[in-house]
């Protein structure tokens, strides 16, 4: 099971963009949903989390500015940025455990690029 992660791209600091991210297959049904990004040089952070019972996490450097959400209707993961930063810039990752029918499982999307210039 994969996720494709859309929505990347290059912005100007202080604009804005909406990442989201799908299963590949509807037969994975997302119950937890985690963006994590990893800047050049640096080790993968976990930057929000929204669990099966609404309970989100962010990371204190977003926190105000992004926000994370999922439509269980379209199986689809979103992180909306606002705000955005030069330290923003990084490849984000969706990453969800979920289930396949009575199994668990876990999948990650290929990453997508965001690059915000000063």
């Known amino acids: 099971v994969q996720l494709q992660a859309s929505g990347g791209g290059l912005v100007q600091a202080g604009e804005s963009l909406r990442l989201s991210c799908a299963a590949s297959?509807?037969?994975?049904?997302?119950?937890?949903a985690n963006w994590y990004r990893q800047a050049p040089g640096q080790q993968r952070e976990l930057v929000a989390a929204l669990s099966r019972d609404r309970t989100t996490y962010y990371a204190d450097s977003v926190k105000g500015r992004f926000t994370i959400s999922r439509d269980k209707a379209k199986n689809t993961m979103y992180l909306q940025m606002n705000s955005l930063e030069p330290e923003d810039t990084a490849v984000y990752y969706c990453n969800a455990d979920g289930r396949i029918g009575t199994s668990r499982a876990n999948a990650w999307g290929q990453g997508t690029l965001v690059t915000v210039s000063s």
């Open positions: 297959t509807r037969f994975f049904m997302i119950n937890d």
